[in-house]
């Protein structure tokens, strides 16, 4: 699954799923700004970073999404950090967090680090020991929902869809939250078409979401490229007895145009008899 596309757009748009899952009143998203941050003159790049847009009294939030194991990851994350302060000298204080699907994923050693973490200054969050779903925030049951294996998928999704229809009063938040989970669907089970999706999740009403008709868009660009391909393959087949007449071997036809050696000779056998005498 692409992890962390969608988490960084979880982010970015229902920012305040993020401060629920730190234990933070959701309302206080409305003071900060989701964004990615490189460090000048370095190869760092900070991928999530909440910044306050107001006030000092409020942390800058550095943000990891782990969905592999790392062993520098702390080290690395502490240096981007420590040199962001430096060059940037905000004014806010900061807080690091550190999301992974599960705990076997976090092998780093911390030891040279302990201070951060005994402090909570850096929080690790283990996305499968958050409780189960039903009894979850919608916002923090849809980011579990990334790894949720798929026989308890199919049930929590089909939970999930229900209390967002029913809990969810802001039709845009709705609908980003019901895209949001449409996504993870699609990535969790790829042999599935959207259509089955839709079926199997009672999505009906996400035929007008983005990501449907982004897909239906891509369907329809395949269809025309298919197409097109198909019609230049059918104008290759009707050169062969044109080529053949001119005596080209049947090797020599394949290379001329680009087919199997097999699909020249099943071709040829689908000829009329020549009338020659």
Do not use: H
């Not at 049951?141 to 939970?159: C, G, H, N, Y």
């Not at 035929?207 to 230049?232: H, L």
């Amino acid at each position: 699954m692409k992890t962390d596309s969608i988490f960084y757009r979880l982010f970015q748009e229902l920012p305040e799923i993020f401060f629920e899952l730190i234990g933070n009143p959701p309302q206080t998203a409305e003071g900060y700004k989701f964004s990615s941050i490189e460090i000048k003159q370095t190869t760092f790049r900070i991928d999530g970073v909440f910044l306050p847009t107001q006030g000092q009294e409020n942390p800058i939030y550095f943000v990891e999404v782990q969905f592999q194991t790392d062993a520098e990851i702390y080290s690395r994350l502490i240096s981007e950090i420590c040199l962001y302060l430096r060059q940037n000298k905000p004014k806010n204080s900061w807080r690091g967090v550190v999301i992974y699907p599960n705990r076997s994923l976090d092998i780093a050693d911390i030891n040279n680090y302990s201070e951060f973490f005994t402090s909570n200054r850096v929080t690790r969050i283990y996305l499968n020991e958050l409780g189960e779903t039903a009894s979850l925030p919608v916002g923090i049951a849809t980011m579990k929902l990334v790894v949720d294996e798929e026989e308890t998928a199919i049930t929590s999704a089909r939970q999930l869809i229900e209390r967002t229809q029913q809990e969810i009063n802001i039709e845009p938040q709705r609908r980003q939250l019901l895209e949001l989970i449409e996504t993870i669907l699609v990535y969790k089970f790829p042999r599935m078409s959207r259509e089955e999706i839709e079926g199997m999740f009672g999505l009906s009403d996400l035929k007008q979401t983005r990501v449907y008709q982004e897909g239906k868009q891509e369907g329809k660009q395949e269809g025309k490229q298919e197409g097109k391909q198909e019609g230049a393959r059918e104008e290759k087949f009707r050169m062969i007895p044109l080529l053949l007449r001119l005596g080209l071997s049947f090797e020599e036809m394949a290379k001329e145009l680009g087919l199997s050696l097999e699909e020249i000779q099943q071709e040829i056998q689908k000829q009329p008899p020549s009338q020659d005498t």
